[in-house]
């Protein structure tokens, strides 16, 4: 079992920057490959970012992409989403979740883990 909580989320105005971080706990975080992914009111949740087990490896949804960075820290068993250049369509809850694979998974039913998620909303 792996516990994920999401913390890092507020509000902020358009062309600002928040990061998010999700702290893991449980087994050994460097075995899951990890993702964000985002839901926002009447919609389905998306996918908008992953990487692989050793962070040497990222993919990004087309909508953030260049904007939206995924890191990890595997000491502090944590995976974070620096979000620069926010825009109100970014207003979301957004989930960190985390797959029993080490390499990218874009996918939401590939994630084994999710956190209870972290709103964020942008203001224009």
């Known amino acids: 079992q792996v516990q994920l909580v999401e913390s890092g989320g507020g509000l902020v105005q358009a062309g600002g920057s928040l990061r998010l971080s999700c702290a893991a706990s449980?087994?050994?975080?460097?075995?899951?490959?990890m993702g964000w992914f985002r839901q926002a009111p009447g919609k389905e949740r998306e996918f908008v970012g992953t990487?692989?087990?050793?962070?040497?490896?990222?993919y990004y949804a087309d909508s953030v992409k260049g904007r939206f960075t995924i890191s990890r820290d595997n000491a502090k068993s944590t995976v974070y989403l620096q979000m620069n250049s926010l825009k109100p369509e970014d207003t979301a809850s957004y989930y960190c979740?985390?797959?029993?694979?080490?390499?990218?998974?874009?996918?939401?039913?590939?994630?084994?883990?999710w956190g209870q998620g972290t709103q964020v909303t942008v203001s224009s």
């Open positions: 449980g087994r050994t975080f460097s075995s899951y490959a």
């Open positions: 990487i692989n087990w050793s962070g040497s490896n990222t």
């Open positions: 979740a985390a797959a029993s694979v080490r390499y990218i998974v874009s996918l939401v039913e590939e994630y084994d883990y």
